[in-house]
Antibody, heavy 120, light 107 residues
Framework: EVQLLESGGGLVQPGGSLRLSCAAS????????MSWVRQAPGKGLEWVSA??????????YYADSVKGRFIISRDNSKNTLYLQMNSLRAEDTAVYYC???????????WGQGTLVTVSS | DIQLTQSPSFLSASVGDRVTITCRAS??????LAWYQQKPGKAPKLLIY???TLQSGVPSTFSGSGSGTEFTLTISSLQPEDFATYYC?????????FGPGTKVDIK
């Protein structure tokens, strides 16, 4: 059974940093592109970042809203996806989901999400 | 960046109704479009990928069509468990984008 389990969310002050993790199981993690998607309270879905399947995360992609502040990475030996979030702003407050990119690039499996709250 | 619009943003329907949601892209995306269902407090669930391919385990009451810039999600007979918010997503190119969502509520 495919499972994605996010962790690392919490309350952080503006300007602070946080690292999210997503532990994957039930599939060959190193074969799949992985993504982060977020959802601010009461709002729609916003794609955040994606990383290619290769070891060392050959290619990375970011939404303009997080470019230069967030870094996506993966450790295929640990079956884990990461999102390092720096210079956090109030508008980064959201539930952050990790997702597996499956058939024809759609996100076929999602974690349960982890809440990040940026507030003083 | 490719922008997606959805219409309507909200619809009120009854069990058994046929429901159609439209998603339009600001430029052609071939068939690189997915549809998701999301219920309150839950992660999104993939319904349709490649514009018209039903994800495994999704009821056949759901169908998708379209290519290029205009796409539709149809629920042929609305069931109680289908009341939710639906999002389209273009996966043609980065940055990936989502539509603003369509909330389907009980009439």
């Amino acid at each position: 059974e495919v499972q994605l389990l996010e962790s690392g969310g919490g309350l952080v002050q503006p300007g602070g940093s946080l690292r999210l993790s997503c532990a994957a199981s039930g599939f060959t993690f190193s074969n799949y592109v992985m993504s982060w998607v977020r959802q601010a309270p009461g709002k729609g879905l916003e794609w955040v970042s994606a990383i290619s399947a290769s070891a060392g995360g050959g290619s990375t992609y970011y939404a303009d809203s997080v470019k230069g502040r967030f870094i996506i990475s993966r450790d295929n030996s640990k079956n884990t996806l990461y999102l390092q979030m720096n210079s956090l702003r109030a508008e980064d407050t959201a539930v952050y989901y990790c997702a597996r990119k499956g058939s024809v690039r759609a996100d076929d499996y999602w974690g349960q999400g982890t809440l990040v709250t940026v507030s003083s | 960046d490719i922008q997606l619009t959805q219409s309507p943003s909200f619809l009120s329907a009854s069990v058994g109704d046929r429901v159609t949601i439209t998603c339009r892209a600001s430029q052609g995306i071939s068939s690189y479009l997915a549809w998701y269902q999301q219920k309150p407090g839950k992660a999104p669930k993939l319904l349709i990928y490649a514009a018209s391919t039903l994800q495994s385990g999704v009821p056949s009451t759901f169908s998708g069509s379209g290519s290029g810039t205009e796409f539709t999600l149809t629920i042929s007979s609305l069931q109680p468990e289908d009341f939710a918010t639906y999002y389209c997503q273009q996966v043609n190119s980065y940055p990936i984008t989502f539509g603003p969502g369509t909330k389907v509520d009980i009439k």
